[in-house]
T-cell receptor
Framework: DTGVSQNPRHKITKRGQNVTFRCDPI?????LYWYRQTLGQGPEFLTY????????KSRLLSDRFSAERPKGSFSTLEIQRTEQGDSAMYLC?????????????????FGEGSWLTVV | RKEVEQDPGPFNVPEGATVAFNCTYS??????FFWYRQDCRKEPKLLMS???SGNEDGRFTAQLNRASQYISLLIRDSKLSDSATYLC??????????????FGAGTRLAVHP
């Protein structure tokens, strides 16, 4: 499968524990995005990487959240001291820079998401 | 105020019905517009792009009114398989070196026999 891969797909954790999600983008894609989707809402932008550089972080990303993309390939999203409000689907997406100015929507590829339940 | 606003529904319609969804966006600098479809507990998938001239893809027609900052989606001859959540999506544009998609909360459609 050459699509965007996310792991784990499902995670149940106790409040206060740390969790980490991994995203493997399509191999030649240097742009990588994280979104969060809670029940009844659309996906909300969290952060963006261009290669290994994190170029934008949403205000939704509190101090407990950290995202990295150390070698410009896979990315991790860590949530420390999880709270029940963190329960959501975390979506990763990637795209090519050559598609930027001709962006047509079908050049950003979403992974299947990682579901987090905090109990 | 949310950047992209949609009626959450649900819209419950019989098979064969025509249903229309509307969406408004607040940023007049937005550059491109889309409708995505999302099935329960799945990732969103592009349904179609939206152009000022209007565009049609089979039973689906999308329309953009830039002056009113309004986007619509019309589904004709609804099928059971059309049951899903429809997300209105705005691209804030190629600023900062990348495209940033802003999603509405989605409109739920349930098509019944």
């Amino acid at each position: 499968d050459t699509g965007v891969s996310q792991n784990p797909r499902h995670k149940i954790t106790k409040r206060g524990q740390n969790v980490t999600f991994r995203c493997d983008p399509i191999s030649e894609h240097n742009r990588l995005y994280w979104y969060r989707q809670t029940l009844g809402q659309g996906p909300e932008f969290l952060t963006y990487f261009q290669n290994e550089a994190q170029l934008e972080k949403s205000r939704l990303l509190s101090d407990r959240f950290s995202a990295e993309r150390p070698k410009g390939s896979f990315s991790t999203l860590e949530i420390q001291r999880t709270e029940q409000g963190d329960s959501a689907m975390y979506l990763c997406a990637s795209s090519l820079p050559s598609d930027d100015k001709a962006f047509s929507g079908n050049t950003i590829y979403f992974g299947e998401g990682s579901w987090l339940t905090v109990v | 105020r949310k950047e992209v606003e949609q009626d959450p529904g649900p819209f419950n319609v019989p098979e064969g019905a025509t249903v229309a969804f509307n969406c408004t966006y607040s940023n007049s600098a937005s550059q491109s517009f889309f409708w995505y479809r999302q099935d329960c507990r799945k990732e969103p998938k592009l349904l179609m792009s939206v152009y000022s001239s209007g565009n049609e893809d089979g039973r689906f027609t999308a329309q953009l009114n830039r002056a009113s900052q309004y986007i619509s989606l019309l589904i004709r001859d609804s099928k059971l398989s059309d049951s899903a959540t429809y997300l209105c999506v705005v691209n804030k544009g190629f600023s900062g070196g990348y495209n940033k998609l802003i999603f509405g909360a989605g409109t739920r459609l349930a098509v019944h026999p």
